[in-house]
């Protein structure tokens, strides 16, 4: 065997530079639709990475048993949850079968088609331009590298490989592998392949005519997520909330003048097969603050145990696309603003070696979601980003940090952990640890509290504990928030130091 040295130092050709030929029609067509004949579309969003699509089209089909083509569905199409109804009077179009095709017409999967059989290769030589071909057997084309598509559900694959690893036999005991070859297939094209993902259905048509037809599907790729604006007056007790959808449409198609609507809910999703998990996507950004509209650009209503919200106007969700919509804005909102300090529970048996210096209170905020300030509505889970308005003339806001948060429903309240307070500062140590009896355990601890700001402050002590226990002693009140948590409200004045000292015993059995 000997290997054919390389025709020359250019860059090779990648294989998108195959000679694909036109399709031979040698058998009949079926019949098409395409995005063209959509006369409407509804896209409901999900926030799980899936949108249930719903268009209704117009088209053209002939009398008795043929083939559809229903072109432009989205790329991580569920074929397996296609509905398909007609819309129009009489009898209407029955669907046999249903085939959906995913096998893209790509030079990869073109020529994976063609190892083992003869090809014609062409090579330019650099400099004088002459055009040389060679017949030759194609061998092997090398690795195939890349990815299904489809969220988990195995609707395609992207495929690539190196023209420089193809290997051909020339029948003349020479095999040679690479070279900058450009390699032209027999005109024809294997069967299967489409141009882009297709719904094919079998269907029998009572006549010939133009038809109304309903097909709907979930697909993957589409998914939306809340995001929060809260802005804090100069004194941080009251607050404006203006709520954000980001929309994410990574579908593979666009739907224009579509009806949108979103679901707000913990929807619950069987795992594709071969996943342990439902594949999930989540998304945030800062969006830019904006004028509060007159009307509320989403209608919301209950679904089910969910809630869904209808935008009042048409919009275009282009693919491989984000939009942002204003989802709801409330102002004046009264702020409550609590500082909390939380134990780890092993400590209550353990014993605990040295002083915990310099430790900071968590800072939360909370308001209730409130019909009378503007909100509410159900507030879908998202981000909540607080900013507060600067004093003075400039009027500027600062970010003052921001916190994840759960569906709530109205009249419940939102609360939001922007950070630590700076300027409280607490010491904390054990000063005794006994155990009594082997079954029961002992501590005491001393917490020295010192508020470094001008205006007095609560800090809620949560001390979370286990088994039977009891506070022996404390020298402030306390508070049994659960049987697993015990909580001391210590007020502390400007620039001064308290301490809380407390004995707790706690009983296994």
Known sequence: MRVLPRPGPRVPLSAAALLLPALAAAQPQPARTTARDRVSASV????QNMGLVREVREFEVPAGAGELAFEDVTAQIRPETVHFKDLSTGRPIRVLEQNYRYDI????????????????LVHVVPGTGEVRRREATLLSIGDVTGATYGGGYGTGTAA????????????????????????????????????????????EAPAAGRRRVEASYL??????????????????????????????????????????????????????????????????????EAAVPSTPAFAEEG????????LRRPTDLRDREQKQIELLSGSGIPIERHYRLYAQPYWFVSQVNGIQE???????????????????????????????TE???????????????????????VKVRTGRAFDIVIDRRQTDYDVIGGAAVETEWELKLRNRKTTPVVVEVREPTSGDWEIVSSSVPFVKESSREVRFDVTLPPDREVVLTYRIRVQYY
């Open 44 to 47: 409901t969003i999900y926030n």
């Open 105 to 120: 017409l790509a030079p990869t999967s073109l020529i994976q088609r063609y190892v083992g059989r003869t090809v014609t």
């Open 160 to 203: 690539y490989s190196n023209p420089w690893e193809y290997v051909y036999d020339f029948g003349d005991g020479e095999i040679s592998f690479g070279g900058d070859w450009r390699i032209v297939v027999p005109s024809e094209i294997p069967a299967g392949f489409v141009s882009r993902p297709t719904l094919f259905w079998e269907i």
């Open 219 to 288: 697909t993957n790729g589409m998914n939306w997520n809340a995001d929060y604006v809260l802005v804090l007056s100069g004194d941080g007790a009251r607050g404006d909330l203006t709520g954000w959808v980001t929309l994410t449409n990574d579908s593979g198609i666009t739907f224009d003048d579509a009806q949108l609507k979103l679901v707000a809910g913990d929807v619950h999703l069987a795992p594709p097969a071969g996943s342990s998990f439902p594949l999930r996507v989540a998304r945030s950004m800062v969006l830019a």
């Open 303 to 310: 679904m089910f145990e969910y809630h869904l919200y209808t």
């Open 358 to 388: 310099n430790l900071h209170p968590d800072v939360w905020l909370e308001f209730v979601n409130a019909e009378n300030v503007g909100l509410g509505v159900p507030l879908p889970a998202g981000t909540v980003r607080v900013y507060e």
């Open 391 to 413: 004093a003075g003339r400039t009027g500027g806001r600062q970010f003052l940090g921001e916190d994840s948060i759960r569906h709530t429903a109205r009249e419940e309240r």
